[in-house]
C-alpha cells in the first residue's frame, strides 16, 4: 500500500491540478470582488463574508481532493453502481426534506447553517455508473438500443432533478450525449440534438427582436430559417454525390435569402422570413425529386430533416406565443429555465453586459468594479460571477479565465483518450462534457447569447456545494488516471 | 478491451475539441465588441452607479457703497424629479399636494423630455420639475413626499431685496434659458442666472462655482457613501460679493422724486466715475421679482405701455437739449471759433436765409457766459454756422461736421459708454456721411443747425449728459461710469480706473463752468442756488414732436471741489427748470450734505407728488 500511494502523488496529472488550482484561486478573487460592500468594508478574509466562506470551502475542497486521491480508483469502481442507486435514492426524497429556496425544492438543511445540494453531486456518481455500465456490458452506441438503454442511466437523475424544479441544473445531463458521440453513437442524433438546440435558444433569445430596423421580420425566425438552409447544404454536401451542383444550388438560395433583407430594408418592408421559407420548400422539392431521379434513400432522410426542423421551430413557437396565456408562457419559460427577470424584459442580461463591457481591456481593478458590488448585477457571486472578472479584470482576464477553461477541457480529452479502458475513457468524457456544458452555458448567458438559465460557473460560483461536486467530478478522474500505470504493470 | 477501438470513434475527440474551441473562441470574439469597441457600457455604468450632487454655491451678496445690504440669499426648495423612477406616480395627487393643475403637470414633463429646452437631459438623474417653493409650502409638500417615489427636494437660495430700490441696477435672477445652456457648459437645466442689471453683467462673478460630490447609488437608489471616500468630490466655491458705488437713500430719494413721472436721473461721482444712483422711472419693487411669481410678474411688467422694464438711464436716448450747449461751447473755444469775448447778436431768436431759431428775451448782443447763463440759442447756432462756414480752416462742411462729430465722441457721445450694466444705448451722434446721405450731398451749416441747441437728430442717454457734467466738473476728463465699487478679491476692470480725456483743454472748461455757474446765481438754474455750496448747471428743454417738451437739468457741486455730477431727465416735464433743476438740486443736497433739511424735504414731498403720467402699475404689487 505504501508503495502504491507513493506512485499515485507521482503519477497524477499535475498540469490539470495547476489548472484547477488556477481557475479557484480566480474564482475566489471573483466572489471577493462581487461580494464586497462599500458601505461595510471590512476584511475579504472574514469568515462573516460569503468570500471568507468561500475561502473556507476552497480549503476543505482541497482536503477533499487530498482523500479522494488516496482512496484506490478500483474501489471507486466497484461502488458505482452503489452510489448511483445511493444518490437517485436522496433526490427522491430531496423535495421532501427540502426548504423552499426561492421556488427551488434542492436544498437540504444539515442544521449549523449548511445547506446542502445533492444535484451537484449527482453528476458524478451517474457519470461514473454510466462509464461503468457501458464499459462492462460493452454497450455499442451506434446500435439504437444500446443508446437508449445508456441514456436511461442519467435520464433519471435528470427528470428527478427537474421534479425538484431545478431546470437548469438537470439541462446538465444533455451534454452526456457528447459522451455518447465520442463513444459511437452515430454523427447525426448529435447534429441534430445540435441542432434543435440552437432553433430552440436563437428562435426564442431574439424572437421579438426586429432584424436591421424592419419590423416586419422578427430576427430569430429569420435567423432559425437561414440555418435550416444551411444545415440542409451542409447535409447534401456531406452525403451527396455532385457537390459542385450542391454547392451552386445552396449559394443561390443563401443569395436570395440576403437579397430579401436588403429589399426589404432599402425598398419595401415586409416579412423576409417568407422568401427563406420559399427557399427552404424549394430545397426540400430539389431534394426529392433528385431521391426519385437518382434512387438515392439518403436524400429523403436530408429532406426529412429539413422539413421536420421547420416543424420542430414552428410548433415550438406556436405553443410558446399563441396556445398558451401570456401567464402560462411566463411559467413555462420560468421552467425552461428562460426566465429569470424580476424586473422585466431583459433586465438581468442588459446589466451583465453593462457591467462586463465597462470594464475595458484591463478592466476596473480589484475591488474597485462598482455594478457589481451596488448590486446592479443580480446574482453576482453565483450565476453571474462571469460579470466581476469583466469588470474588474477586463478583457484581458475574460481571455484568460476562458483560455484556462479551454485548456481544461482540452487537457482533459488528452487525458481521457490516454486511458486504457473504456471505463476510464467514459468517465473522463463525461467529466469534460459537464464542465463544457457548464461554460457554455453560463459564460453565455452573462454574455447575452445563451438563454438565461441558472447553472454555475464551475470553481468561480459562490457555494460549498458546486465546487465539491466539481472538485470530486474531477479529482475521481484524476486517480483514475493515475492509476492507469499501475494496469499496465499488471 | 481491443474491441472498444471497433468503430473507430477516436476521431471524433477532434471534433468534441473543436466544440471547446469554437465555444471559446466566439465568446472572446463577443468580449471584444462588449468591452473594447464601445464605449457606451462604460458610460452606461456610471450613469448607474455614480450619482452626481450638485452643491450649489451661495451667490455674492450685494451692498451699497457704504456698506449697506442690498441683496442677499433666502433658502428656497426645488423639487426635483427622475424620471426613470417617478414611473406609476400618482399624478392626481402630486397635482393636488402641489398646488398645480394637470396640464401644467404635463407640460412641464414634456419640456424636461424635450432636447431642444433641456439638452442635458437624462433618464437617470434630478431634472427640475418645480422651483423656488416658498418655506411654508415646502413644509407641507415635505409630509408626503415619501407618497411619490422620484421626486426629490433640493435646497436652493433665492435672492432677496432688503429694500425696494434700484431694480434696474440690481436685476434679477432667474432660470437659464436654452441658449444660455448652450452657450456655456456651466449652466444645467433650472440654474439660475443673472437676468438684468449687475446680476447679468457680473454673473460670472456673483455665481461662484458649482461643487460636486460623486456618490456611490446601488441598483435601488440607495446612496452608499461617497465615491473613493470623497476624493473627487469639489467643494462649491461661493461667489463673490459686490460693492455698488450706488448710494442707497440717493436711489431712493431720487426714486421717490422720480414717482408719477417717466424719465431718468443718473449721478455720478466726477473723481471716480463711480455712479451714485441710477433712476429709472416708472420703476418697480425687485421683490415681486423673486421665486415662483416672477414669470407672472415679469409678464405683467413687459406689457405694460409705460415700459417700467426699460431702464431709461442707459436705454432711454433724448434730444439732450440746452444742457448740450456746454459742449458746443467747449468745442468752438477748443477750435478758435470764438473767444470769451466774442459776441454773438440775439432778436428773440436766430435769423439766417430765412431760417429762424427762436429764442426767450434776454440782453443781446451777449459773449459766451451769459449765453451759457440764459441758455441763448442764437448765441450757439451763430457759433455752429461760424465752424461750419469756416473755409479756411476746414475745406469742407463735410470736415468741419467730421471734426465736430471727433470732438463729441471724445465727450463720451455717441457711442456707448461701457457702463457695467447690459444693455446700454449708444445715441446718435450724426456724422457728415449721414447728411450727405439725407439731403444727397448738397448741405450747409444751416441744414443742421438744430444740433447745436441739442435738437434734431442728436440723441443721448441720461447717462452720458450726467457723464458730460462729471467732465466739465473735472476740466476734460472722465472715467467710464460704471456701478460696481468694488469686487472681492478681484481688481474692477482697467476700463473703470482710467482716464479718458477729451479733446478740449482745462482752461476752455473754466469758461465753461463759469457759465454753469451763472446759470445757477442767476439764468436758468436759480432755483439751485443755496448757501451751502456752489452749484454749477445747466437747464434743458427738449422739444418733442409727439408731446409736452422734455425737462432736462445737467449740473455738478460744489463747484471747485465737485463731488456728484448728475442728469435729471423728465419726459414732458416742459422746462428745464419746472422739474429737471429742483430735482437735480435735492438729489445734490441728499448726497452731499448725506440729508435733506427740513424744508428740502417738504419741497421733496411736493415733488414726489406731482405726476404727469397717470398710472405705474409698476408700484402695484
Known amino acids: 500500500m505504501k508503495s502504491e500511494r507513493f506512485s499515485v502523488w507521482s503519477s497524477v496529472d499535475w498540469i490539470t491540478i495547476l489548472f484547477y488550482v488556477a481557475l479557484m484561486v480566480m474564482g475566489w478573487i471573483s466572489v471577493c470582488g462581487a461580494s464586497y460592500d462599500f458601505d461595510a468594508g471590512g476584511s475579504i478574509f472574514d469568515f462573516a463574508s460569503r468570500s471568507g466562506k468561500q475561502l473556507m470551502w476552497i480549503g476543505t475542497a482541497i482536503v477533499l481532493c487530498v482523500a479522494v486521491l488516496s482512496v484506490d480508483e478500483r474501489i471507486v469502481e466497484s461502488l458505482s453502481y452503489l452510489l448511483y442507486l445511493g444518490m437517485v435514492a436522496l433526490l427522491v426524497v430531496t423535495p421532501f426534506l427540502a426548504h423552499d429556496t426561492k421556488g427551488s425544492l434542492s436544498w437540504i438543511d444539515l442544521g449549523y447553517g449548511i445547506k446542502l445540494q445533492p444535484a451537484e453531486f449527482a453528476k458524478f456518481t451517474t457519470a461514473l455508473c454510466a462509464a461503468k455500465v457501458i464499459s462492462v456490458y460493452k454497450l455499442k452506441l451506434s446500435k439504437w438500443l444500446h443508446l437508449i438503454l445508456a441514456s436511461l442511466i442519467f435520464l433519471v437523475p435528470m427528470i428527478l432533478i427537474i421534479m425538484q424544479k431545478e431546470t437548469g441544473s438537470a439541462l446538465v445531463y444533455a451534454s452526456f450525449f457528447l459522451m455518447c458521440y465520442r463513444e459511437g453513437m452515430t454523427g447525426s442524433v448529435l447534429f441534430t440534438g445540435i441542432a434543435a438546440v440552437m432553433y430552440f435558444v436563437i428562435g426564442a433569445r431574439y424572437a421579438e427582436i426586429p432584424l436591421w430596423g424592419v419590423e416586419q421580420i422578427k430576427l430569430g425566425e429569420y435567423l432559425v430559417l437561414t440555418l435550416i438552409h444551411i444545415f440542409t447544404s451542409v447535409l447534401l454536401m456531406i452525403y451527396g454525390e455532385d457537390r459542385r451542383e450542391f454547392l451552386r444550388v445552396s449559394l443561390w438560395g443563401l443569395l436570395i435569402i440576403v437579397c430579401a433583407v436588403f429589399f426589404s430594408h432599402y425598398v419595401l418592408p415586409f416579412d423576409a422570413s417568407w422568401v427563406v421559407l420559399l427557399v427552404l420548400v424549394f430545397d426540400i422539392v430539389y431534394l426529392v425529386l433528385l431521391a426519385f431521379k437518382d434512387h438515392v434513400m439518403r436524400y429523403i432522410y436530408i429532406a426529412l430533416f429539413s422539413l421536420g426542423s421547420i416543424a420542430t421551430f414552428y410548433s415550438v413557437d406556436y405553443l410558446l406565443t399563441d396556445v398558451l396565456q401570456p401567464h402560462q408562457q411566463t411559467r413555462v419559460r420560468v421552467l425552461l429555465g428562460l426566465e429569470d427577470d424580476p424586473k422585466g424584459a431583459g433586465y438581468n442580461v442588459i446589466q451583465a453586459q453593462i457591467a462586463i463591457g465597462s470594464g475595458g481591456l484591463r478592466g476596473k481593478g480589484f475591488l474597485c468594479g462598482t455594478q457589481t458590488k451596488l448590486k446592479y448585477v443580480p446574482e453576482q457571486d453565483t450565476d453571474f460571477i462571469f460579470c466581476t472578472v469583466g469588470e474588474e479584470e477586463g478583457f484581458v482576464g475574460c481571455a484568460v479565465v476562458l483560455l484556462l477553461f479551454l485548456a481544461l477541457i482540452l487537457r482533459l480529452i488528452a487525458l481521457a483518450e490516454r486511458q486504457v479502458d473504456s471505463f476510464g475513457r467514459i468517465y473522463g468524457y463525461c467529466v469534460l462534457s459537464i464542465f463544457l456544458f457548464h461554460v457554455f452555458i453560463n459564460i453565455g448567458m452573462v454574455l447575452g447569447l445563451t438563454p438565461v438559465i441558472g447553472i454555475p460557473l464551475p470553481f468561480f460560483s459562490y457555494g460549498g456545494s458546486s465546487l465539491w461536486g466539481f472538485t470530486l467530478l474531477l479529482f475521481i478522474f484524476l486517480r483514475i488516471d493515475a492509476g492507469r500505470k499501475r494496469l499496465k504493470h499488471t | 478491451m481491443l474491441e472498444e477501438r471497433d468503430y473507430n470513434a477516436e476521431g471524433r475527440k477532434w471534433v468534441i475539441g473543436g466544440i471547446a474551441v469554437v465555444i471559446v473562441l466566439?465568446?472572446?470574439?463577443?468580449?471584444?465588441?462588449?468591452?473594447?469597441?464601445?464605449?457606451?457600457?462604460?458610460?452606461?455604468?456610471?450613469?448607474?452607479?455614480?450619482?452626481?450632487?450638485?452643491?450649489?454655491?451661495?451667490?455674492?451678496?450685494?451692498?451699497?457703497?457704504?456698506?449697506?445690504?442690498?441683496?442677499?440669499?433666502?433658502?428656497?426648495?426645488?423639487?426635483?424629479?427622475?424620471?426613470?423612477?417617478?414611473?406609476?406616480?400618482?399624478?392626481?395627487?402630486?397635482?393636488?399636494?402641489?398646488?398645480?393643475?394637470?396640464?401644467?403637470?404635463?407640460?412641464?414633463?414634456?419640456?424636461?423630455?424635450?432636447?431642444?429646452?433641456?439638452?442635458?437631459?437624462?433618464?437617470?438623474?434630478?431634472?427640475?420639475?418645480?422651483?423656488?417653493?416658498?418655506?411654508?409650502?415646502?413644509?407641507?409638500?415635505?409630509?408626503?413626499?415619501?407618497?411619490?417615489?422620484?421626486?426629490?427636494?433640493?435646497?436652493?437660495?433665492?435672492?432677496?431685496?432688503?429694500?425696494?430700490?434700484?431694480?434696474?441696477?440690481?436685476?434679477?435672477?432667474?432660470?437659464?434659458?436654452?441658449?444660455?445652456?448652450?452657450?456655456?457648459?456651466?449652466?444645467?437645466?433650472?440654474?439660475?442666472?443673472?437676468?438684468?442689471?449687475?446680476?447679468?453683467?457680473?454673473?460670472?462673478?456673483?455665481?461662484?462655482?458649482?461643487?460636486?460630490?460623486?456618490?456611490?447609488?446601488?441598483?435601488?437608489?440607495?446612496?452608499?457613501?461617497?465615491?473613493?471616500?470623497?476624493?473627487y468630490d469639489k467643494m462649491p466655491v461661493p461667489?463673490?460679493?459686490?460693492?455698488?458705488?450706488?448710494?442707497?437713500?440717493?436711489?431712493?430719494?431720487?426714486?421717490?422724486?422720480?414717482?408719477?413721472?417717466?424719465?431718468?436721473?443718473?449721478?455720478?461721482?466726477?473723481?471716480?466715475?463711480?455712479?451714485?444712483?441710477?433712476?429709472?422711472?416708472?420703476?418697480?419693487?425687485?421683490?415681486?421679482?423673486?421665486?415662483?411669481?416672477?414669470?407672472?410678474?415679469?409678464?405683467?411688467?413687459?406689457?405694460?405701455?409705460?415700459?417700467?422694464?426699460?431702464?431709461?438711464?442707459?436705454?432711454?436716448?433724448?434730444?439732450?437739449?440746452?444742457?448740450?450747449?456746454?459742449?458746443?461751447?467747449?468745442?468752438?473755444?477748443?477750435?478758435?471759433?470764438?473767444?470769451?469775448?466774442?459776441?454773438?447778436?440775439?432778436?428773440?431768436?436766430?435769423?439766417?436765409?430765412?431760417?429762424?431759431?427762436?429764442?426767450?428775451?434776454?440782453?443781446?448782443?451777449?459773449?459766451?457766459?451769459?449765453?451759457?447763463?440764459?441758455?441763448?440759442?442764437?448765441?450757439?447756432?451763430?457759433?455752429?454756422?461760424?465752424?461750419?462756414?469756416?473755409?479756411?480752416?476746414?475745406?469742407?462742411?463735410?470736415?468741419?461736421?467730421?471734426?465736430?462729430?471727433?470732438?463729441?465722441?471724445?465727450?463720451?457721445?455717441?457711442?456707448?459708454?461701457?457702463?457695467?450694466?447690459?444693455?446700454?444705448?449708444?445715441?446718435?451722434?450724426?456724422?457728415?456721411?449721414?447728411?450727405?446721405?439725407?439731403?444727397?450731398?448738397?448741405?450747409?451749416?444751416?441744414?443742421?443747425?438744430?444740433?447745436?441747441?441739442?435738437?434734431?437728430?442728436?440723441?443721448?442717454?441720461?447717462?452720458?449728459?450726467?457723464?458730460?457734467?462729471?467732465?466739465?466738473?473735472?476740466?476734460?476728463?472722465?472715467i467710464t461710469p460704471h456701478v460696481v465699487k468694488h469686487i472681492q478679491d478681484e481688481p474692477l476692470d482697467s476700463l473703470y480706473r482710467t482716464r479718458r480725456y477729451t479733446m478740449v483743454d482745462r482752461e476752455n472748461y473754466e469758461l465753461v463752468v463759469a457759465g454753469m455757474r451763472r446759470a445757477v446765481t442767476g439764468g436758468t438754474c436759480r432755483s439751485a442756488e443755496t448757501s451751502m455750496y456752489e452749484v454749477c448747471g445747466k437747464t434743458g428743454t427738449a422739444q418733442n414732436p409727439h408731446g409736452k417738451d422734455h425737462s432736462a437739468f445737467m449740473g455738478f457741486a460744489p463747484k471747485d471741489d465737485p463731488k456728484i455730477a448728475i442728469c435729471v431727465y423728465v419726459e414732458n416735464g416742459e422746462w428745464g427748470a419746472t422739474y429737471g433743476v429742483p430735482i437735480g438740486a435735492l438729489m445734490m443736497e441728499q448726497y452731499i450734505n448725506g440729508h435733506l433739511s427740513e424744508y428740502s424735504e417738504k419741497k421733496a414731498e411736493m415733488f414726489q407728488n406731482r405726476h404727469i403720467i397717470t398710472s405705474t402699475a409698476g408700484d402695484e404689487e
Not at chain 2, 393636488?96 to 396640464?103: A, F, G, H, P, V
Not at chain 2, 418655506?135 to 433640493?154: C, N, T
Not at chain 2, 449721414?434 to 441739442?454: A, C, E, M, Q, R
Open chain 2, 26 to 231: 466566439i465568446y472572446i470574439i463577443r468580449l471584444f465588441f462588449l468591452q473594447l469597441l464601445s464605449e457606451d457600457f462604460r458610460i452606461k455604468a456610471d450613469s448607474n452607479a455614480f450619482y452626481h450632487r450638485v452643491q450649489y454655491p451661495a451667490r455674492g451678496a450685494i451692498r451699497d457703497r457704504k456698506g449697506q445690504l442690498l441683496v442677499y440669499n433666502q433658502p428656497a426648495y426645488d423639487i426635483m424629479v427622475i424620471m426613470n423612477e417617478q414611473k406609476g406616480v400618482d399624478t392626481m395627487g402630486l397635482c393636488r399636494d402641489l398646488r398645480i393643475d394637470k396640464d401644467w403637470y404635463i407640460r412641464r414633463m414634456e419640456e424636461i423630455k424635450d432636447p431642444w429646452r433641456n439638452p442635458g437631459y437624462s433618464n437617470y438623474t434630478q431634472q427640475l420639475f418645480m422651483s423656488q417653493l416658498s418655506v411654508e409650502e415646502f413644509s407641507r409638500f415635505r409630509e408626503k413626499l415619501f407618497h411619490y417615489p422620484g421626486f426629490y427636494i433640493q435646497k436652493r437660495s433665492i435672492r432677496q431685496y432688503e429694500r425696494p430700490i434700484g431694480a434696474h441696477i440690481l436685476g434679477d435672477v432667474g432660470e437659464v434659458g436654452p441658449k444660455d445652456i448652450e452657450s456655456d457648459d456651466y449652466y444645467k437645466m433650472g440654474d439660475y442666472i443673472g437676468k438684468l442689471g449687475v446680476e447679468r453683467f457680473y454673473e460670472k462673478q456673483l455665481r461662484g462655482i458649482k461643487g460636486e460630490e460623486i456618490l456611490l447609488r446601488d441598483a435601488r437608489g440607495r446612496i452608499k457613501g461617497h465615491y473613493q471616500g470623497g476624493k
Open chain 2, 239 to 478: 461667489g463673490k460679493n459686490l460693492t455698488l458705488s450706488i448710494d442707497a437713500d440717493l436711489q431712493a430719494l431720487g426714486e421717490r422724486l422720480m414717482e408719477g413721472k417717466k424719465g431718468g436721473i443718473v449721478a455720478i461721482e466726477p473723481k471716480t466715475g463711480e455712479i451714485l444712483c441710477m433712476v429709472s422711472s416708472p420703476a418697480y419693487d425687485p421683490r415681486i421679482m423673486v421665486g415662483r411669481q416672477r414669470g407672472k410678474n415679469n409678464l405683467k411688467l413687459s406689457q405694460d405701455p409705460n415700459k417700467p422694464l426699460l431702464n431709461r438711464a442707459i436705454m432711454g436716448t433724448y434730444p439732450p437739449g440746452s444742457t448740450f450747449k456746454t459742449g458746443q461751447a467747449l468745442t468752438f473755444l477748443q477750435e478758435g471759433i470764438i473767444t470769451p469775448s466774442t459776441t454773438f447778436p440775439c432778436s428773440r431768436g436766430f435769423h439766417y436765409g430765412g431760417l429762424t431759431v427762436g429764442c426767450h428775451s434776454h440782453g443781446a448782443p451777449l459773449p459766451l457766459e451769459p449765453a451759457i447763463a440764459t441758455s441763448c440759442n442764437a448765441f450757439f447756432c451763430w457759433g455752429l454756422l461760424s465752424m461750419f462756414s469756416n473755409r479756411h480752416k476746414y475745406p469742407t462742411v463735410q470736415d468741419a461736421m467730421t471734426t465736430w462729430k471727433d470732438y463729441m465722441v471724445s465727450m463720451g457721445f455717441g457711442y456707448a459708454l461701457g457702463v457695467d450694466l447690459p444693455g446700454e444705448k449708444r445715441g446718435m451722434i450724426p456724422n457728415a456721411a449721414f447728411y450727405d446721405k439725407v439731403n444727397s450731398g448738397s448741405w450747409n451749416g444751416l441744414t443742421v443747425i438744430s444740433i447745436s441747441i441739442g435738437q434734431g437728430e442728436v440723441t443721448l442717454t441720461p447717462l452720458q449728459i450726467a457723464n458730460l457734467g462729471a467732465t466739465i466738473a473735472n476740466r476734460g476728463w472722465f
